[in-house]
C-alpha cells in the first residue's frame, strides 16, 4: 500500500465520525446522563513528514514518525476544554526521540457537532540526553470524540505538528583512502513539519 493511499484510509476514517453526527443530529437524542468533566484521553499519532529545515541524508526513506500521548482534560464548560499531557515521540528518518510535555486546549465552535472540536497544544520536550531530544512542540488541527459510555469512548484527530529538535550534535567527515577525520562542529537546531493523524480511546 502506497503512501497516499494510506493517508486517504486514515483521511476518510477521521472525517467519517463528522459526517455520522451530522446524521444524527437529524434524529431527536435524549440525554440519559449527566456529563463528565474530567476525562483522560491515550491517543496514538502517524506523523506523516511534510519538510525539515536542515537537509538530511536519508536514503530516500520519508519522513515519518509515531506519537502516544496520555492526556488530562477538564470541560470548563460544555464548548470548551483544557488539560495537561504527556508524550512518547518517535520520528524517522532521520531518526529522533522526544518526551514532550504539554497543555492542550480545546473548543466545539459547531452547535450541531458538539463532539466535534478545534484544538492546539504547545510542550516542549524533557529528559533531554544522548537518545532524547528536547524542543518546542507545536500542535494544530480538528478532532472528534464519540462517547459510548460516560467513560469510555473513540477520538479522532487530524492537523498539523511543529517540533523543533534542539541541541543536535554535529560533524564533519573528511574521508580518503588510508582514514577517516571526523570534526565536530557543535550543535544544530532542526524544525520539522508534519500532517499528524490520530485515533485513541476516552476514559
Given at each position: 500500500?502506497t503512501?497516499?493511499?494510506?493517508?486517504?484510509?486514515?483521511?476518510?476514517?477521521?472525517?467519517?465520525?463528522?459526517?455520522?453526527?451530522?446524521?444524527?443530529?437529524?434524529?431527536?437524542?435524549?440525554?440519559?446522563?449527566?456529563?463528565?468533566?474530567?476525562?483522560?484521553?491515550?491517543?496514538?499519532?502517524?506523523?506523516?513528514?511534510?519538510?525539515?529545515?536542515?537537509?538530511?541524508?536519508?536514503?530516500?526513506?520519508?519522513?515519518?514518525?509515531?506519537?502516544?500521548?496520555?492526556?488530562?482534560?477538564?470541560?470548563?464548560?460544555?464548548?470548551?476544554?483544557?488539560?495537561?499531557?504527556?508524550?512518547?515521540?518517535?520520528?524517522?528518518?532521520?531518526?529522533?526521540?522526544?518526551?514532550?510535555?504539554?497543555?492542550?486546549?480545546?473548543?466545539?465552535?459547531?452547535?450541531?457537532?458538539?463532539?466535534?472540536?478545534?484544538?492546539?497544544?504547545?510542550?516542549?520536550?524533557?529528559?533531554?540526553?544522548?537518545?532524547?531530544?528536547?524542543?518546542?512542540?507545536?500542535?494544530?488541527?480538528?478532532?472528534?470524540?464519540k462517547?459510548?459510555?460516560?467513560?469510555?469512548?473513540?477520538?479522532?484527530q487530524?492537523?498539523y505538528?511543529?517540533?523543533?529538535?534542539?541541541?543536535?550534535?554535529?560533524?564533519?567527515?573528511?574521508?580518503?583512502?588510508?582514514?577517516?577525520?571526523?570534526?565536530?562542529?557543535?550543535?544544530?537546531?532542526?524544525?520539522?513539519?508534519?500532517?499528524?493523524?490520530?485515533?485513541?480511546?476516552?476514559?
Open positions: 500500500m503512501n497516499h493511499v494510506r493517508i486517504r484510509y486514515i483521511f476518510t476514517a477521521i472525517l467519517f465520525p463528522f459526517i455520522w453526527e451530522n446524521v444524527e443530529a437529524k434524529e431527536p437524542q435524549k440525554v440519559t446522563q449527566s456529563e463528565t468533566k474530567f476525562h483522560v484521553t491515550l491517543d496514538y499519532h502517524y506523523n506523516f513528514g511534510l519538510a525539515t529545515k536542515e537537509k538530511w541524508w536519508n536514503n530516500g526513506e520519508r519522513l515519518g514518525g509515531h506519537s502516544l500521548h496520555l492526556t488530562a482534560l477538564y470541560n470548563i464548560t460544555p464548548r470548551i476544554a483544557t488539560g495537561i499531557g504527556i508524550g512518547a515521540d518517535r520520528y524517522t528518518h532521520p531518526d529522533f526521540n522526544t518526551i514532550p510535555i504539554y497543555g492542550t486546549f480545546r473548543y466545539s465552535p459547531i452547535t450541531k457537532i458538539p463532539k466535534g472540536y478545534l484544538y492546539t497544544n504547545l510542550g516542549y520536550g524533557c529528559f533531554a540526553n544522548e537518545a532524547i531530544s528536547s524542543g518546542w512542540m507545536w500542535d494544530l488541527g480538528i478532532g472528534y470524540t462517547m459510548f459510555r460516560k467513560h469510555f469512548g473513540l477520538n479522532f487530524i492537523g505538528n511543529l517540533k523543533e529538535f534542539a541541541d543536535i550534535p554535529s560533524y564533519r567527515y573528511d574521508i580518503d583512502s588510508e582514514n577517516t577525520v571526523i570534526t565536530y562542529l557543535g550543535k544544530v537546531k532542526d524544525l520539522r513539519h508534519s500532517l499528524s493523524f490520530g485515533i485513541g480511546m476516552v476514559f
